[in-house]
Every structure is written in C-alpha cells, then in structure tokens.
C-alpha cells in the first residue's frame, strides 16, 4: 500500500513514527550533550595536568642548566643540550607520558660564532608537530603557552595531544625554547569509547521507545478498531452487536457507554419499526374496510345513474351528484392512502426505463378533453428525454401539474417542456393566469391548501395534488419547484436525476423568475 | 347460452350490489360467503367465471384460487382492495387470471368478466408444433409426446397466441389486448405473472426456458426450432 496512505489511515503508525522521530532527535540532542561534556571534562583534567607537569619539567631544566653552567663549564654546546634534554625526558617516566624537543629561539644561531645552535629532541617526534603559531606566541610573550595539535611521529603515525612550551635561557648558547609534546592517545581512546557506548545506547533506547510506543497504542487503538468495526456492523443494521467489556479502564466505559447507546438505538429503531408496521397495516386496513363499501356505493349510484331517465327530476338530479361526488371522493381515498404510505415510509419505487417525453405526451393527450372544456390550448415542446423512474408516479406529477395549470390558466395558453441533460431529466409547466398569490408560494405544496377559495374549481381536485407530487419528486431524489413568471402566471418544474438516488446539482431547464424560486 | 358468476364474497351488501349488476347484463349468479365452503360451492354451481374475494372468513381467497385450480381451468377475477403489489402477484401466482382493484366501475368489471368469457375459440382443426410440443387448438390439449400437459384456458391461449407466429416477438402490451382482450394499458405483471405459471408447466427446466423466451426489451417470443 502507499506509505501516505498507511500514514493518514492508521494512527498507531502515526504515532510509532513520530514517537520514533521525536525520540531519536532527543537522544542525538543529549547524546551530543553528554559526549561533549565527558569529553571536554576529559581534555581539561588532562591539559591542566600536562601544564602543571611542563611547568615542573621546565624547573628542572632550569636546574640543570644553572647546575652545569656553574659545576662543569667545559661541557661542550651539544652535550649540554643533551644533558637538559635527557633530564627533562627522565620524568616522563615509562612509558613516557611526553616527548621533549629543544628547539634554538629567535635567529636559532649563536650569538657569538653565528653557527647554528644545535637542537636536540627524544628523537621520536617530528619538529613539525610544533604548531608556528604556538613558536610565535613564545617569542613574543616570553613565558610558559601551550596549544593543542597533531603530534607527528618519526615513523609516520601521529596523533592529536597538547604541545606546551617554555622560554628555556641557556648562557652559554643563547635562548631556546623547550617544548613538551603530550599524545593524547588514553583520552582519544576514552572519549571514543564513551561516544561509541552513547550512540549504542541511544540507538538501543530509540528501538525500546518505539516498541514501546507500537505496545501502547496499540493497547490504545485496538479497542478503538473493536468499537468501529462494531459501529459498522452496527450501521449495516446488525443492531444485536455489542463490545466486550474488559476489565474497569476507561476504554472498558467507552465500551460501556457504546453498548447502552447501541442498546437504546436499537430500542428506538425497533419502536420505530413497529410504529412504522403498525401505521401500514392501519393504513391497509382502513383500505380494505373503507373500500368495500364504497364498491358498493359507487355500484349502486352507478345503477341509480343509469336509471335517472326514469326518475323524477329532482331524484335523478341527485343520482348524478352522488355519481359525480364519488369519483371525488374515490380520488380523494386514494390521495389520503398515497399520503400515508409515503409518512408510514412504505413507499417504495417501481423504477423502469421510460421517456419523460412520452409520458408527457400521454398525459397532455388524456387531458385535451379537459383544456378544450377549459378553453385552454396546452403546447408541448422537447425531445425524448430517457429516465430510470417509477412511472405511475412521474405520470401522476406530471398530470398533476398539467391539470393544475389548465385549471388556474384562465383560458391561456399552457406552456410544457421537458428537456434533459447529463444529469437528469426536467419538465416546466407554466400557465398564463393569476400565478401563485399571497402566501401562496410558500405554501402551493402544503395538503389541503388551496389557492384561491373564491375561484371556481373546473378539475374538483383534492387539495392533496402538489403534496403528493412532492413526495413523488422526494421519493426520486428529484426537485419540484414553484414561481412565479416576470410577466405573470405560474410556472411549476419538476427535475429528476437519470436514475433515483442519482444527484442533482442543476436542473435541465431554467425558471422564468429565479429569485422567487420555491424548492418543495 | 347463460354464463354463470360464482362470486365469493364475505360482504353482503357488496354480494347483492354484484348480483343486481351482474344480473342486468343478463348473467346468473351464484354466492358463497366464506372460504372453506367456496370450493363446494364452486363444484355445484360449475359457473364459467369466478369473482373473488381475497379477504375472506374461513380461507384465504389465496387458498381458495389454489384449490379450484387443482381441477379446473374457469376464468378467475380477483377482486382486491389493495393495489398492493404482493397481493396481486401472489393471487396470480395461485392462478386468477386477471383482477380488479376495489373501488371498481361497474363498467370496468362488466368489461373484464366478458373479456375472460370471450376468449378466441377456435373451430377449425388446427394444428401446431413448438419444439417438442404438439398444440391441438380445436381440442384445446398440448402434448410432449404424447402426454398431455394440463394448462388453463388462458395459459393455452397465451401459448397458443404466441405459437400462431412462431419467431415473432410480443410485447406485454400486445398479448395483453391479444389474450386478456384489454382495450386500454393494463399491468404488464399479469403477462410476467403468467408466462411464468406456463413455463412452469412446459418447459423442462422453467428456469433455463426453451420454448417460450425473453426477448430483452421487447416481451416474449416462441422459439419452435
């Protein structure tokens, strides 16, 4: 898998590496720290004692120098040198802890004959390993200077130390300089030591900190997955899953907590239901008892109907109100049961291929009898717009709206189009009478409410027409919009996507008058 | 010739409003009340189309479909007062062959119950083979050979519909207005729903079906090769 993938989705990842990554920084910070404080520590003890030791070795130089120049003063130039070299190299005892070199000071040459003074040494140490500027230094302040600086040796290994030097007067010469040259080999080596034993460590204490930090949230995060992976299951609509509750921590509460809220979510999910299954078998119910009867009724007017030719007038005069009314009430019966499957959720759609164009036209040619009757001329416009959808309920809506706008067209003319795009399909009605007045905007898909009480009613619809319709249009993730036009009269659109539960983010035809747009 | 209505029924007044309807087209009509003396009635009355009730006391009009259709093949309506969907399936699963939804026109089921009595005869001998099955039209029997296969009037006529021209594909709508005589679009789940109880019959295996098959967006076809 990706890495920045493993990154974002797991946290224990997260916080093993960062644990990693912060621990390792700190360690490298006090590892430094600790390295550098024993070493430095380790140099200074060192150095003060190698001075103090220089400081020694140049008295007795002193000494043997006053002592041969009193007690033997015959002792050639190049024997005395050696004399105050061997002597010094005596105290640095075996094995030496430094080596002597006897170096001629300012013009190296002697004051009286101009020869060069002679120069001795241990004989194991290059003149090199004296640094220039510790020679300079010497030269001009005249007393006791040291420097640290890589000791080079006659056989060709060197090695860093501490080079201290003295102005060493001998009278009968002239002005040398006696340097002592300590290696600082024990101390290389400890320090080495002491930084390979830090970086071993610290290695080791990152590696047990990670661990550590893989163990605890682990400990942490594997719940938390136990307590996801039961939500999901939870969310499929497994409602019995429950977490095992361990121990009293606080993740053995979370638990807890989650297994009464996943116990009370199933309650009222159960309660729900049966509400929900007892609202529909109310509703089938009273289907079925409200039904039988009004069989009988409508058969029985029917006959009454069939006979008024036969009755008095005033008889048959009401045979054919009772059969008129009926169809009405029938309507409103099956208005009332649609509205109540949909509130029970018991709706369901009976999605099919269809074309929203042909289904208009359907509806448009079924409706002329009631346009002509209207004296309204209805004009369909569009191409085959193919949709997925339930089409008893997108023919419902659509001759809702079409007999909505005949019925308030005031004798104009009724424009339809549907069109389509990529996402869905959509189909406007616009009439040219009163459009939507009052409050009517805001409620034109309330049930019951009607538009205007004064107008006459050429359909008789129901008042539940709209309602209804925008529970279709929901039940398909559609849109049915409400306005008014700029130059009067009402326009009604309907917007479906391709295929119920597809999305919408635009609708294929564009209303009149945006801004009073009303989303049902 | 009279035709006869059986209509089971447990609502009275909806029973005598059937009777006077029924009547004044000029047929005879005989009632039973409830469900577990339906098929009794049902063999003393021998009426050419039974009306039915779904809901009934004693036995599920379900059930009462499902008995008749053991020894007869006479048209039946259902008379349901839910539109719902598993309903109908269900009672045409056990055989109805067409149903009528409650609040019904009287007109609308005048018109049914003649549609199911007017069913083409045929008089001329004719007959037909459909892959391996013999169609005798004027004796209304199908065979494989020479076994006859018990169909309803309405599942012989359907196969017979679509055996008349072989290779020509139906449309739901098609054999709807062909078999069931609708005038107007009807539910094309009565066609789904039959051709189904056909198959079940002729076909040796209903789910992989040989003679009688789909034709994918269109409707059905027979296949006689």
């Known amino acids: 898998m990706n890495p920045l993938k493993i990154w974002r989705r797991s946290l224990q990842t997260r916080v093993v590496v960062t644990t990693t990554i912060a621990s390792t920084l700190a360690v490298v910070v006090f590892g430094f720290l600790l390295v550098q404080v024993i070493s430095s520590g380790v140099i200074d003890s ?14 007795e130089a002193v000494r043997v120098v006053a002592a041969a120049d009193t007690l033997s003063a015959s002792l050639s130039e190049e024997a005395l040198v050696d004399t105050v070299v ?49 020679r300079e230094a010497l030269k001009e302040s005249n007393r006791q200077a040291w420097q640290f600086s890589e000791i080079e040796f006659l056989d060709g290994v060197s090695q860093p130390g501490l080079v201290v030097g003295a102005p ?25 030591l002491v930084r390979n034993a830090t970086v071993g460590a610290g290695a080791l204490l990152v590696g047990v900190l990670t661990l550590i930090a893989a163990f605890v949230t682990r400990q942490v995060v594997s719940p938390v997955r136990r ?32 297994n009464e809220m996943a116990t009370d979510i199933e309650a009222q999910i159960r309660r729900l239901e049966e509400m929900s299954s007892l609202q529909q078998r109310f509703v089938s119910d009273v289907s079925h008892e409200l039904r039988t009867p009004l069989t009988t009724v409508r058969m029985a007017a029917d006959v009454l109907f069939q006979e008024r030719s036969s009755l008095p007038p005033e008889a048959a005069r009401s045979a054919e109100l009772l059969a008129a009314q009926l169809d009405r009430f029938e309507d409103l019966l099956v208005n009332l049961l649609e509205i109540s499957k949909v509130d029970s959720g018991a709706a369901t759609l009976d ?38 959808a339930d089409r008893r309920r997108v023919e419902r809506i659509v001759r809702n709206l079409v007999s909505n706008a005949i019925d308030h067209g005031d004798g104009r003319p009724v424009e339809i189009t549907v069109a389509c795009d990529s996402e869905g399909v959509a189909l406007m009605v616009r009439d040219h009478g009163p459009g939507l007045v009052g409050d009517a905007p805001d409620r034109v898909f309330d049930r019951f409410w009607r538009g205007d009480p004064s107008r006459a009613r050429t359909t008789g619809g129901t008042g539940l027409g709209l309602a209804i319709a925008r529970e279709d249009a929901r039940l398909h993730d559609g849109w049915l919009h409400a306005a008014n036009a700029p130059d009067g009269g009402a326009c009604f659109r309907l917007s479906l996507p391709n295929t119920p539960g597809g999305r919408l983010s635009r609708s294929a035809v564009s209303m009149p008058n945006a801004q009073e747009l009303v989303r049902a | ?54 809901m009934l006391p004693g036995r599920d009009g379900v059930e009462v479909c499902r008995q008749i259709r053991t020894e007869s093949g006479v ?21 109805a062959d067409d149903y009528v939804v409650k609040p019904f026109k009287p007109k609308e089921l005048i018109a049914r119950l003649k549609a199911c009595l007017r069913r083409p005869v045929t008089t001329q001998n004719e007959a037909l083979r459909v892959g391996d099955l013999a169609i005798d039209a004027s004796a209304h029997t199908v065979t494989r050979d ?60 209903p789910n992989d079906p040989q003679i009688v098959v789909t034709v994918r967006g269109v409707g059905y076809k027979v296949n006689s090769g």
């Open chain 1, 351 to 388: 999605s099919v291929d269809m074309d929203l164009l042909e289904v208009t036209e359907s509806v448009v040619d079924s409706l002329q009898a009631l346009a002509k009757r209207a004296n309204v001329t209805l004009q369909l416009e569009g191409g085959p717009c193919p949709v997925t």
């Open chain 1, 46 to 59: 060192k150095t003060r004692l190698s001075v103090s030791e220089a400081a020694i070795a140049r008295d």
């Open chain 1, 168 to 192: 060493l007067e001998i009278p009968s010469i002239g002005r040398y300089d006696l340097y002592l040259l300590f290696p600082f080999t024990q101390e290389a080596e400890t320090i080495t």
């Open chain 2, 146 to 205: 020479g076994v006859l296969i018990s169909l309803t009037p309405l599942e012989f006529d359907l196969l017979l519909a679509m055996a008349r021209q072989p290779w020509q594909a139906f449309s739901r709508e098609k054999l709807l207005s062909d078999v069931w005589g609708y005038q107007h679009p009807g539910d094309a789940r009565l066609v789904s729903v039959h051709v189904q109880r056909l198959r079940a019959k002729i076909e040796k295996d």
């Open chain 2, 1 to 54: 010739m009279v035709n006869r209505v059986l209509v089971i029924d447990d609502d009275r007044a909806l029973s005598e409003m059937l009777g006077i309807v029924l009547r004044a087209e000029g047929f005879d009509v005989d009632f039973c009340e409830r469900g577990d003396t339906a098929f009794a009635a049902f063999r003393s009355s021998e009426p050419n189309v039974v009306l039915l009730d779904l």
């Open chain 1, 86 to 134: 061997s002597a010094v190299a005596l105290r640095a005892g075996e094995p030496s802890v430094y080596d002597v070199l006897l170096l001629g000071a300012g013009a190296a040459t002697n004051a009286e004959n101009g020869a060069r003074v002679p120069e001795r040494g241990t004989n194991l140490v290059t003149e090199a390993s004296v640094p220039t500027q510790l």
């Open chain 2, 75 to 95: 048209p039946i309506v259902m008379l349901t007062a839910k539109g719902d969907t598993v309903d109908v399936v269900t009672g045409l699963e056990a055989g």
């Open chain 1, 227 to 258: 307590v996801a992976s039961v939500a999901r299951e939870l969310q499929r609509g497994n409602l019995a899953q429950r977490l095992r509750v361990q121990g009293e921590d606080d993740l053995a509460s979370l638990a807890v907590s989650f």
